[in-house]
């Protein structure tokens, strides 16, 4: 029987999904009997090319009645180039129903994205029989634009300034940023970018009166697969008129899970500081903003121990960027942390 060939997509996440067809009621019913042979379920692949270092891509399959199959073998075939040897980890003597197996392969940074074929063999007691698939292999990460805003930075005295960083990036699986000064080296750590509607990386933090003045650098970070891209963007910060308040300086960290199922609950947590010690019992303002929207919503307060922790649990709804901001005080300067993203499945 001749197999239509299956569709492995490979976004730019690493998530993939296993398609068939025009998604006709009448092709479904024959594409369901073509997989019933060798393969059931859905599959997933990883697949992407890298910026210098070779990686490896991945197809993870749903191997049917693996009792008496000896072998699982493939090549798959970059576009206009030879065949690479796909490596499945099948264990003989498989009693099961099914047996989930993955195969790797190498990807160098000079491969060509885009759609790859391969070529499955299951070698069975009663023959063998081959399935063909089409591994969907992403191009590199890049960076094609990035800005601060405003530009240059305006202090004021006795204010915090917004300032706001977008970055345009390609394929990539997170993007963080930093603002950085050229002569004093302090920064702003931006922590993941949320990726918005339009396409576009965002962030956002708050400059205080005593921010150092004169050059600083924007430097963004695109993330993927243990590799990471870098570029870099300047800007200016003008000192406030008539200098800055006599505050101390607090800070905010964050941490969170970075995957969990819908319906649990997890924790959003850190330490608050003022000064270089622990800002004990503060009481900081926690803000989520969903994946894909631009506004951070107030979830609720939590209160700093008297080590300077701080925890509050959610429950897991939807994808989305935590962050949390300690607020002024008359003797105390405001700080917001890093975003954080939390990612439902």
């Known amino acids: 029987?001749?197999?239509?060939?299956?569709?492995?997509?490979?976004?730019?996440?690493?998530?993939?999904v296993l398609l068939g067809g025009t998604g006709?009621?009448?092709?479904?019913?024959?594409?369901?009997?073509?997989?019933?042979d060798d393969f059931t379920g859905s599959g997933s692949a990883n697949a992407f090319v890298p910026l210098q270092s070779d990686v490896e891509g991945t197809v993870t399959l749903t191997l049917r009645n693996p009792s008496n199959v000896s072998s699982v073998t493939a090549t798959i075939e970059p576009p206009g180039q030879a065949a690479k040897t796909v490596t499945f980890n099948f264990r003989t003597g498989d009693t099961s129903a099914e047996q989930t197996i993955t195969g790797r392969w190498p990807i160098t940074k000079d491969d060509p994205a885009g759609d790859w074929k391969m070529n499955?063999?299951?070698?069975?007691?009663?023959?063998a029989s081959t399935t063909p698939f089409v591994v969907k292999v992403s191009g590199k990460q890049g960076i094609s634009?990035?800005?601060?805003?405003?530009?240059?930075?305006?202090?004021?005295?006795?204010?915090?300034?917004?300032?706001?960083?977008?970055?345009?990036?390609?394929?990539?699986?997170?993007?963080?940023?930093?603002?950085?000064?050229?002569?004093s080296r302090e920064y702003y750590d931006l922590g993941d970018l949320a990726k918005e509607s339009d396409?576009?990386?965002?962030?956002?933090?708050?400059?205080?009166?005593?921010?150092?003045?004169?050059?600083?650098?924007?430097?963004?970070?695109?993330?993927k697969g243990g590799q990471t891209l870098k570029a870099e963007a300047a800007f200016t910060v003008e000192a406030a008129?008539?200098?800055?308040?006599?505050?101390?300086?607090?800070?905010v960290t964050i941490a969170a899970v970075n995957k969990v199922r819908k319906g649990k609950t997890f924790k959003v947590y850190g330490k608050v500081y003022r000064g270089s010690k622990a800002y004990a019992g503060k009481k900081v303002e926690v803000y989520f903003k969903a994946k894909g929207t631009k506004s951070y919503q107030f979830m609720g307060f939590a209160k700093a121990t008297s080590s300077g922790k701080y925890t509050k649990s959610f429950k897991a709804r939807k994808d989305g960027y935590f962050q949390v901001k300690?607020?002024?005080t008359s003797k105390t300067r405001s700080a917001l942390s890093p975003q954080e993203f939390v990612d439902v499945r």
């Open 1 to 16: 029987m001749k197999r239509s060939a299956r569709l492995l997509l490979a976004a730019a996440t690493g998530a993939a």
């Open 24 to 36: 006709t009621a009448a092709h479904a019913a024959r594409y369901a009997h073509v997989m019933a």
């Open 120 to 127: 499955v063999v299951v070698t069975r007691d009663t023959g």
């Open 145 to 183: 634009g990035a800005k601060v805003t405003p530009d240059p930075v305006k202090l004021v005295k006795g204010k915090d300034v917004k300032v706001s960083v977008e970055a345009s990036v390609k394929d990539a699986t997170t993007v963080s940023a930093k603002l950085v000064s050229d002569t």
């Open 199 to 223: 396409g576009y990386y965002r962030g956002v933090t708050y400059f205080a009166d005593d921010t150092p003045a004169g050059d600083w650098t924007l430097e963004v970070y695109a993330h």
């Open 241 to 251: 008129a008539g200098g800055s308040t006599k505050k101390a300086k607090s800070r």
């Open 326 to 328: 300690v607020p002024g």
